[in-house]
């Protein structure tokens, strides 16, 4: 069976800090895929990232980063110098196999305050 | 990635009635899946709309219930029956191009159940 944990329920930062959403993630297959989404408060899930389990590179673009740790089965998202716009709920979601069915973790909402 | 609608955006249904979910795609994709949000909550998949044959239901949902169609490769319908207020959900149709595993979701369709 597959699991995704987002242990931070909520975070709220002030503009320009920078804020890092934890992704811990379970699975048997050695071959999966992971994802960020983004949902704003309009309810659309917004695609930010996919990460294959054999590219352990960690990526950043613009002020997003992410780092993919298969050691400690993490895959965590930061945030650098966040911004109001910023403020949403982040989901964290696995997929393996050949179903493409993704398991998602329960969230992170983020809220960046002036 | 693919443009995808969802049809209508929004509404309010009275219990016992059924409503219908439209999923437009702007290009062919390979698979297409039905997800539920419900309030504040993460998002469960329903089933995997396969195209011209039954959908693939997961353990929960049932296809009485919930029955999809998916005349070809960009279309794909949900019918919400017989609702009751548990029913009042963020109903996501969501797409899979090519094999990228780059999993693309509609805006979604708001019902409320009253």
């Known amino acids: 069976a597959q699991k995704v944990t987002q242990a931070q329920t909520e975070i709220s930062v002030v503009e320009k800090e920078d804020v890092t959403l934890d992704c811990v993630y379970e699975t048997r297959d050695t071959t999966y895929y992971l994802f960020w989404y983004k949902q704003p408060p309009s309810g659309e899930l917004v695609f930010l990232i996919r990460?294959?389990?054999?590219?352990?590179q960690n990526e950043i673009s613009g002020r997003y980063s992410w780092n993919f740790q298969k050691s400690t089965s993490s895959f965590n998202f930061t945030i650098t110098a966040s911004q109001v716009v910023d403020s949403a709920v982040y989901f964290c979601?696995?997929?393996?196999?050949?179903?493409?069915?993704?398991?998602f973790g329960t969230g992170t909402r983020l809220q960046v305050t002036l | 990635s693919a443009v995808i609608s969802q049809k209508p955006s929004r509404d309010i249904c009275q219990r016992g009635t059924s409503l219908t979910i439209q999923c437009q795609v702007d290009?062919?994709?390979?698979?297409m899946f039905w997800y539920r949000q419900q309030p504040g909550q993460s998002l469960t998949l329903i089933a995997t709309?396969?195209?011209?044959?039954?959908?693939?239901?997961e353990s929960g949902f049932v296809i009485d219930k919930f029955p999809i169609s998916r005349p070809n490769l960009t279309f794909s319908t949900l019918t919400v029956s017989n609702m009751s207020p548990e029913d009042s959900s963020i109903y996501l149709c969501?797409?899979?191009?090519?094999?990228?595993?780059?999993?693309?979701f509609g805006p979604g369709t708001r019902l409320t159940v009253t």
């Open positions: 709309a396969n195209q011209g044959s039954e959908a693939t239901y």
């Open positions: 990460r294959n389990s054999f590219d352990e």
């Open positions: 290009s062919q994709v390979t698979m």
């Open positions: 979601a696995l997929t393996s196999g050949t179903a493409s069915k993704l398991t």
């Open positions: 969501s797409v899979l191009t090519g094999l990228s595993y780059e999993q693309y």
